[in-house]
């Protein structure tokens, strides 16, 4: 497989982290979370159900291109699951160097709403799913996306995307 980096994208409570993980342990990679990689402030601000705004993505995005990066210069691969929902971000992380794929997770807002609500562990509140999919610009062809549903398991939908990963590296 030449593919070393998969960037999992999609709004919040879509299932970026748990299919991410999947993903990760199917391939036998390194599994990280760009939430992780948010400055404290970020989190506050989402928490308070206040969107972000550029320039206070662009040094969280840079780290994540900086990661990339590093894994690409390194053995080993990584799954990252991050919302990167606008095209411009996904730019900012260098999501179309050689070497990386883009799977973009999609399904129902009524699920996902429902997700984010059920969740007790997470920052990010159901109030801004609405502001999510009014900025999510969904991945072009030139992009060359993997689009799966969120319609199965995360370990079926994992297998789904190790099948489209095989298949776009032959």
Same mark, same amino acid.
């Given at each position: 497989m030449t593919t070393r980096v998969v960037v999992v994208m999609g709004v919040s409570g879509i299932g970026k982290t748990v299919v991410g993980r999947a993903?990760? !342990?199917?391939?036998?990679?390194t599994f990280e979370d760009a939430d992780?990689?948010?400055?404290?402030?970020n989190v506050a601000r989402m928490s308070g159900g206040i969107a972000l705004t550029d320039t206070q993505r662009w040094?969280? #995005?840079?780290a994540l291109a900086d990661l990339i990066t590093a894994t690409l210069a390194a053995d080993g691969g990584? @799954? #990252?699951?991050?919302?990167a929902l606008a095209r411009r971000y996904r730019d900012r992380?260098? @999501?179309e160097r050689d070497g990386v794929r883009l799977v973009s997770l999609?399904?129902?807002?009524?699920?996902?709403? @429902?997700?984010?609500?059920?969740?007790? !562990?997470?920052f990010m509140p159901a109030a801004l799913l609405d502001s999510q999919l009014a900025a #999510?610009?969904?991945?072009?062809?030139?992009?060359?996306?993997?689009?799966?549903?969120? $319609?199965?398991a995360? $370990?079926?939908?994992?297998?789904?995307?190790?099948?489209?990963?095989?298949?776009? !590296?032959d």
């Open positions: 993903l990760a !342990d199917r391939l036998g990679w992780r990689f948010h400055p404290a402030a040094p969280w #995005l840079d990584l @799954v #990252l699951a991050c919302s992380m260098g @999501v999609d399904g129902p807002p009524e699920l996902i709403r @429902v997700r984010i609500e059920a969740r007790r !562990d997470h #999510l610009e969904r991945p072009t062809p030139d992009e060359r996306p993997i689009v799966v549903g969120i $319609d199965a995360p $370990d079926a939908i994992a297998a789904r995307i190790v099948t489209a990963l095989e298949c776009a !590296d």
